[in-house]
């Protein structure tokens, strides 16, 4: 039996991904074991951990804003315990060559995670090469080894149910939890211009199906047994797009409704909608589901997002939502190139003419390698370039008073009405008046999801880190490293030390100390 310890910082949402992988490790007889960064108030604590389960893996999967979390941890783990570390997820299938100079990673998995992991630890179980394993890269004396990715596995029902276990027997207040999410696919068949999608349908090219999904039978068993041991209030099925095979989710809202009175909800892709799916969701039970609008401007969303919807589509579908009580959020970035303040606004004014239960707004960092930055790039509408982002060049001036559009998503998006007083309420004079209304957004989404207000403040307080790590970082330009040596935000991960008092950390959000500037 070989052994991993997954380690991660997610304790917003649980890593489905590490569910499915623990799952199929331990079927087939190896260890999992899982541990959140929050638990530990120093760096000490974690490496005590980590030696006290002696795994033979230390894994993490990893999104590209993780990074900056879990590259420092990884070295420390490295340092420290000279354990074995893997790194999966989206920012390894992407930005592998990144991933190979970081200098604290050994094995990099790069698509589907299951059947590489469980050769690996076959491998190590049995005292053998691992070298040369599909979909591993792997770090040797001779330097990296880049096996070829292995072919997507078409039926998705051979890999047991996620191991809820993992997490929420750990941790009760995931368990106990209004909203429990699931996922019956994998893949997105359309190429947005700012999405990775497009360079995953290369990498899969010759080698399988890019979207791929369960049978109805094991999700309804899925969802089944979960509720034996886990009740929850909500359902909520995070694909990115549910809806996108019609006689699949018609037969699935129907046989939902058959065995369960739980309310559950889902995102949804607005071209694949029409009045018959979704009468039939909304039978089954379906209240509610988020989907993109992005940018409420019809060229730009077309020919620049290559995202091919257009308004008068969005007005059809939306109606037709409404009609039958279905409740939807949407989603709106703003920020994008070539972007004026009278665009954003013209954004917002139709989005929230579509009469959304919400709207939620960000601000559009555009990844290195997707088709709308290589789009930036070529056009000299690009700023801004960090290791793995970019921001869109500010051509109009009018980035400050955009963004501070996203404070007040709420207010906007419920009261249209303050849209003719946007340009002198967006000044800077007048921003510090919507970061309050911030926590409104979030409002929207409890009442969306039917979450008890004293468990959303419970959650809240218990992931408080996650929430605010984000405004303390960006303020923070100096740290400490162990040996209390200060240095810049810019050469943090030019340093391989860390601080000593992660509770310092902690209450500043970020992985390294802020320093009191005085």
């Keep these: ?92 299938m992407f930005m592998s060559e990144d991933v190979m100079n970081y200098g604290c990673v050994d094995i990099i998995c790069i698509g589907d995670g299951e059947e590489a992991l469980l050769t690996l630890m076959d491998r190590i179980e049995d005292g053998e090469d691992y070298a040369d394993v599909r979909s591993l890269f792997v770090k040797t004396g001779k330097g990296w080894v880049r096996n ?77 047994q979960m509720l034996e ?17 019609k006689n699949w989710v018609k037969t699935f809202s129907k046989k939902y409704k058959e065995n369960f009175s739980l309310d559950w909800s889902c995102n949804i892709e607005i071209t694949s909608l029409d009045e018959d799916i979704i009468k039939a969701i909304v039978d089954g039970r379906c209240r509610g589901g988020t989907f993109g609008l992005e940018c409420g401007v019809e060229e730009t969303r077309i020919n620049m997002l290559n995202k091919k919807i257009t308004n008068a589509r969005y ?84 980035f400050d008073k955009i963004a501070n559009m996203t404070w007040a998503a709420t ?18 004079r007048w921003a510090k008046i919507f970061m309050p209304l911030h926590y409104l957004n979030h409002w929207e989404d409890i009442k969306f999801f039917d979450i008890p207000l004293r468990q959303s403040l419970q959650y809240f307080w218990s992931s408080r880190d996650v929430f605010i790590g984000g405004m303390a970082k960006a303020q923070a330009d100096t740290y400490r490293a162990e040996d209390g040596t200060e240095f810049s935000a810019d050469d943090v991960f030019a340093k391989p030390k860390v601080v000593i008092d992660w509770n310092a950390e902690w209450k500043r959000g970020d992985t390294y100390a802020p320093m009191d500037k005085n």
Excluded at 82 to 89: D, E, F, K, P, Q
């Design 1 to 92: 039996m070989a052994s991993i310890l997954f380690i991660s910082d997610n304790f917003v949402n649980e890593g489905l991904g590490i569910m499915y992988l623990s799952s199929y490790l331990k079927a087939n007889g190896h260890d999992v074991e899982l541990t959140l960064l929050q638990d530990y108030k120093r760096f000490d604590d974690l490496i005590q951990f980590v030696e006290e389960c002696d795994p033979d893996l230390v894994g993490f999967s990893v999104m590209t804003p993780q990074v900056e979390q879990f590259r420092p941890i990884s070295k420390l783990i490295k340092e420290k315990t000279g354990r074995t570390i893997v790194w999966g997820g989206a920012h390894c």
């Design 229 to 245: 041991k886990y009740p929850t209030r909500r359902i909520h099925f995070c694909d990115d797009i549910f809806n996108l095979d």
């Design 315 to 398: 007005v059809e579908v939306t109606d037709l939502l409404r009609k039958h009580n279905f409740k939807f959020i949407m989603n709106i970035m703003f920020c994008l190139p070539n972007e004026s303040l009278d665009a954003a606004i013209e954004s917002v004014r139709f989005g929230s003419s579509l009469k959304p239960f919400g709207i939620r707004m960000s601000i559009l960092k555009m990844y290195k390698g997707t088709e709308l930055a290589n789009f930036a790039i070529a056009n000299d509408l690009s700023e801004g370039v960090g290791e793995f982002t970019f921001k869109a060049k500010d051509v109009h001036g009018d």
């Design 411 to 428: 207010m906007f998006g419920r009261f249209p009405f303050f849209l003719r007083f946007a340009k002198p309420l967006l000044s800077s």
């Design 148 to 224: 070829p990715l292995a072919p997507s596995e078409d039926n998705l029902d051979k890999y047991p149910f996620p191991d809820r276990g993992l997490y929420y027997d750990k941790y009760p207040l995931m368990a106990n939890f209004a909203v429990k999410r699931f996922i019956t696919t994998r893949g997105c068949p359309y190429k947005c211009s700012y999405c990775f999608e497009p360079t995953y349908f290369d990498m899969y090219k010759g080698k399988g199906k890019v979207f791929r999904r369960h049978s109805i039978d094991y999700v309804i068993a899925d969802v089944k």
